[in-house]
């Protein structure tokens, strides 16, 4: 009798250890993310403030929507989202700067430009960020490339421009945020449709920088975002739109096609959020469920309008769509590209 009491125990106590070592395991798992990075107490998520990179200075289209878009996500996400300024080459500095020093606790948020991204790291292998190591989560806008003179220019439409250019290869300057960003890509696609050579003037300081070139007359002609733009019309011409329709902000002004030049909407400014690969799980997935609420609230839409911004509200798999689609086709348009 004894000996069976015994036995009796001793798997009583083989399987409390059992349950033991299953709880203990499940707990290992939930507090860990995909690549093996500790999460902590998930539900908490966020317990403190957030930052976002904005890889261009203040003031720009980038930055300003950037601070429309998050300004009031402690209302959605429990804590404030703060934008932090790191301009340099048209993106790289700050976005090699989220790859190499920023956090993967969730807390470090990067704000990404397409077709900029893409565009840089096909051309440009060595940067640090990469399709591999960015992880789209939620996109808040559209924001196309336009093409711009100054108000005293001589050219009144898309025509002048294309027959200047033609009597005078490789003369006519062209601004732009830098290369291998969005206005660069407008650059290249009117190059080719148009078949002409321009000389385009990437500026290290933004677009900010590059629509004051064409303001002051330092460049005959820019390629800006539709928004910068429309907040400086009384100081520019906007020639045409880089899209596939005319804009609600310029009902008067045609797209290139219609100007007879086919370029589509390849170099729009699609602007959101990402972060960096290793991340845990539990929060990309809480980021991609609140971001959108956060970019939908009436506030957000209304200031955007009033900016000349144009709104696209993209969840998760629509983002990640989204990037797989611009990669394929800015791989097409740098294949056929000798640019620099």
Not at 134 to 151: F, H, I, S, T, Y
Request: hydrophobic share 40%; no cysteine; charged share 20%.
């Amino acid at each position: 009798m004894a000996n069976h009491s015994k036995a009796k125990t001793g798997k009583l106590a083989g399987l409390a250890a059992l349950v033991v070592l299953i709880v203990v395991a499940a707990w290992g798992l939930r507090q860990t993310g995909s690549d093996g990075a500790l999460v902590g107490e998930g539900d908490d998520y966020p317990d403190k403030p957030l930052s976002l990179t904005v890889a261009y200075g203040p003031g720009g289209a980038t930055d300003l929507q950037a601070r429309i878009a998050v300004e009031p996500a402690a209302e959605v996400l429990g804590q404030p989202i703060k934008v932090v300024n790191r301009p340099g080459a048209g993106g790289r500095v700050g976005w090699n700067w989220a790859v190499d020093s920023g956090g993967r606790d969730g807390y470090e948020l990067i704000a990404y430009n397409l077709p900029h991204m893409i565009a840089q790291w096909t051309h440009e292998p060595s940067l640090s960020y990469n399709a591999d190591n960015v992880v789209p989560v939620a996109n808040w806008g559209a924001d196309p490339a336009v093409l711009v003179v100054g108000k005293d220019s001589p050219f009144q439409t898309v025509a002048d421009v294309v027959d200047y250019a033609r009597a005078h290869p490789g003369e006519l300057s062209v601004s732009g945020a830098g290369l291998y960003t969005g206005h660069h890509v407008a650059a290249l696609q009117f190059q080719r449709a148009a078949d002409v050579d321009i000389n385009f003037l990437p500026a290290e300081q933004g677009g900010v920088q590059a629509l004051q070139f064409v303001i002051g007359g330092q460049v005959q002609a820019g390629f800006n975002n539709l928004s910068d733009s429309w907040r400086n019309r009384d100081s520019l011409k906007i020639l045409a739109v880089a899209d596939t329709e005319r804009s609600e902000f310029l009902p008067d002004v045609p797209t290139f096609q219609e100007a007879g030049v086919e370029v589509d909407d390849l170099s729009t400014n699609l602007r959101g959020v990402a972060v960096v690969k290793g991340v845990p799980e539990p929060h990309v997935e809480r980021l991609a469920e609140k971001l959108p609420e956060v970019f939908r609230l009436e506030q957000v839409q209304t200031k955007l309008k009033n900016t000349g911004s144009g709104s696209l509200v993209l969840g998760l798999r629509e983002t990640r769509e989204l990037f797989e689609r611009k990669t394929r086709a800015i791989k097409a348009l740098l294949a056929q590209d000798d640019a620099p």
